[in-house]
């Protein structure tokens, strides 16, 4: 797979599958994610790609992003998405990981993965997943997190930084009185506890 021209692909066909304004994001969610891998050690093309098609499938219709998400689960029988992530505002990750398999062909599972978990996360994810989840919620033109903790957890070491990416999200969502996805609240415990054992 040639992933700059998979980036090319992705990006020319964004401002035809969503607003111009969650185009932009996508746009700086994948600059950021390719920096981010480009400093872990990841290929930053395969972050790029990764972090333009994360919301690729956000503004279709929901029985369109639930028709190709339960195609992203039924290739996937050992680790399926789970109800949660079939949820009407997460349902668009599984199903952009479906659309990238069927209309590009791509069979980088740490790339489908990232993408298909960008949401709500799993225990057990890759670092390609963790640092798009990171790219996701830090990117710079987002109104939360404030710019002070969005420099401290990109000043951190990955693993700390998407421990406090992870505990934003949750601790967020709670102030909020929003329900918080059970996958997230269990990757919580997960990475706090393997922290703690370290």
Known sequence: MDYAELCLAIDARLDGLISPERAAHSRRVAELSAALCAREGFDPLRGKAAGLAHDMCK???KKVQRDLAAVYAASRPGSPPSSAMMADKVVHGPAAAALLAKDYGLADEEILEAV??????????GGLARLL???DKLEPARERPDDGF??????MPSDRMFIAVV????????????????ETLILYSTIVREADQR
């Open 59 to 61: 503004d279709m219709p």
């Open 116 to 125: 298909a978990l960008h949401t709500v996360g799993r225990p057990g994810m």
């Open 133 to 135: 989840y990171c790219a």
């Open 150 to 155: 969005r420099r401290r957890c990109l000043a």
């Open 167 to 182: 505990e934003g999200v949750v601790g967020w969502m709670r102030a909020q009185g929003k329900a918080v996805a059970p």
